[in-house]
């Protein structure tokens, strides 16, 4: 199949495929799988343009609601995570596209800043997961909700009428601090601090056409210490409402660079997102069956395989 704004030629289920694969892993560390798929669209199916970007939030419009229906389902969504994730990351989506169009157009460029981003995101999960935990951290969390998760799977096998997984309950949501606990342990954290982040977070996310899921689930892991199965809905919901603000942004840039593919391939976008969609919600549905520690080692080195190819490609 010939898709004319990407330029390329490719069979029609290798996109779905390659979704599919990549978001079942991605989508139990609340990133949708468009930091990778970006990579392969642009390296195995040669598509370099602008629009490669657009068509990548494409994916994740298509894509996400799945997996965040699942996170919903099981009352692992922190609500006012969510809020303040969007409310700071979409300014800086806007902003990311006009850069992406204005500054690095040539394609050898923008993979040095995919590779530099990527770089960051992997080495800072890979020292969380290198780094010794003491006292009471996210990690005894995770631990403690696998084996309810261990012992609800016994019940239900057993026949005996097991309950609900408890939900997130939040506690406190206001400009300063939002709180909330999770199966015994709570969480604090600034609401100004994650806004901030959030911004920088979303002209990243903007440039490279991501969204920013893939940059603020690590760092609501590593730097702020939440657990993995309470940020990983906030993360792709964030990433849905900032890509479809990207795409319509893209639309409109297009008349503005008429020498450039601005705007989405809808059709590409389109079939990456309908194999993501089934992906994210297996990988959400499963996420609760996967200790935490096997989730980040899946993502550093996936992201640190692509960053170190990219990284080569610039120098050689």
Wanted: aromatic share 14%; hydrophobic share 50%.
């Amino acid at each position: 199949m010939i898709f004319e704004t990407a330029g390329i030629e490719t069979a029609v289920w290798i996109p779905p495929l390659v979704a599919f694969v990549i978001s079942f892993f991605t989508s139990m560390g609340g990133v949708s799988g468009a930091f990778l798929i970006l990579p392969f669209q642009v390296s195995v199916l040669g598509f370099n343009t602008p629009a490669v970007s657009a068509t990548n939030q494409l994916f994740n419009i298509v894509a996400i609601p799945s997996g965040v229906y699942r996170y919903i389902r099981e009352g692992r969504m922190v609500w006012p995570l969510t809020w303040v994730v969007i409310i700071g990351t979409l300014p800086g989506v806007l902003i990311g596209a006009v850069v992406r169009c204005q500054y690095l157009p040539d394609p050898k460029n923008f993979k040095l800043f995919a590779a530099l981003v990527l770089l960051y995101i992997g080495v800072r999960l890979i020292r969380d997961l290198l780094k010794k935990q003491t006292g009471k951290s996210n990690i005894s969390a995770e631990e403690e909700f696998q084996k309810i998760v261990s012992q609800f799977r016994k019940n239900r096998n057993a026949g005996a009428g097991a309950e609900a997984l408890p939900a997130v309950m939040v506690e406190k949501f206001s400009l300063s601090r939002i709180t909330y606990t999770f199966y015994g342990h709570r969480f604090d954290i600034n609401t100004i601090g994650i806004m901030s982040l959030s911004f920088i977070v979303g002209i990243v996310g903007g440039v490279y056409g991501i969204g920013g899921g893939a940059i603020i689930a690590p760092f609501f892991v590593s730097v702020f210490g939440l657990p993995v199965y309470t940020v990983a809905g906030a993360a792709l919901m964030g990433t849905f409402v900032t890509s479809v603000a990207g795409v319509l942004f893209y639309q409109a840039m297009a008349p503005f660079y008429p020498t450039l593919n601005v705007a989405p391939d809808y059709a590409l976008g389109i079939l990456f997102g309908v194999g993501g969609a089934v992906g994210m919600y297996c990988g959400a549905r499963m996420q609760k069956f996967i200790p935490a520690k096997i989730i980040k080692y899946i993502l550093a080195g996936c992201i640190l395989f692509i960053a170190i190819k990219y990284v080569v490609e610039f120098l050689f």
